[in-house]
């Protein structure tokens, strides 16, 4: 079981997670998204696609852009289609 983990929240737990680039994508289905507010940023990989944003917050707190996700992701990406990734503090493993 895969687990990220924010101030001492688990925000996602899942048996099911990608991995690319070391870092693991899990099901948007397996994640809180009740510790995730949206964010105006975006960043562009030139295999992937266009990356869109959340901020994770726990207990009033906030992790600006802590997680990620490629709402449509280019085809060679297509494995994380419906998939959100974590860094910027957050513990996964």
């Not at 099911?16 to 510790?35: K, L």
């Not at 990989?45 to 600006?64: E, Q």
């Not at 990620?68 to 992701?73: A, E, L, N, R």
């Amino acid at each position: 079981m895969t687990k990220a983990v924010w101030n001492g929240v688990a925000i996602a737990e899942s048996e099911s997670c990608v991995e690319v680039e070391r870092n693991q994508y899990f099901p948007a289905s397996d994640v809180r998204s009740e510790y995730l507010r949206p964010s105006d940023t975006h960043t562009v990989c030139s295999w992937k696609g266009t990356a869109s944003y959340y901020d994770v917050v726990v207990d009033g707190k906030i992790n600006k852009d802590a997680a990620w996700y490629y709402p449509d992701p280019k085809p060679a990406a297509a494995q994380i289609k419906d998939r959100i990734a974590f860094w910027r503090g957050v513990d996964v493993g």
